[in-house]
């Protein structure tokens, strides 16, 4: 079973977005005893808030089911769980390195190419879907090989 971790600063809008984003594909291709699909925050900041509402509602428009979503900081120990570490931007990478050596090379940047912009930030919840499911569907064809 490969594992995959999706990473951003708060984890209330892009890495659960990827994460279910992820959990959908899985599912609708039948590989759901071949991952691990999960997602957690760089910072403490939203800790157990659950998904933002605007988030939400674009999964909901783009019929990608979601459930109860918790937000978590990523920690030391949840290094060894996974065996890809994914996050949306250089600045969620520059903070995961700060929580972790990446001795075994598992975090790169969701999308090697351009950070996924931030819809907390930029309130632009369209675009941001958009990147992430693009990149999530790169990830599955370059793992399904």
Partial sequence: MKKILFVC???????????????????????????????????????????YPLAKQKLKQKNIPFGPHE??????????????????DKSNLFDILKIVDDKQSKISLLNPKRDISDPWYTRDFETAYNEIYEAVLAIFAKLEK
């Fill in 9 to 51: 600063h708060g984890n209330i809008c892009r890495s659960p977005m990827a994460e279910f984003i992820a959990k959908d594909y899985i599912n609708t291709h039948n590989l759901k005893n071949a991952y691990k699909i999960g997602s957690m925050a760089t910072s403490s900041e939203e800790v157990g808030n659950d998904l």
């Fill in 71 to 88: 937000a978590k900081r990523f920690s030391k120990s949840d290094y060894n769980d996974w065996d890809y570490i994914l996050v949306m």
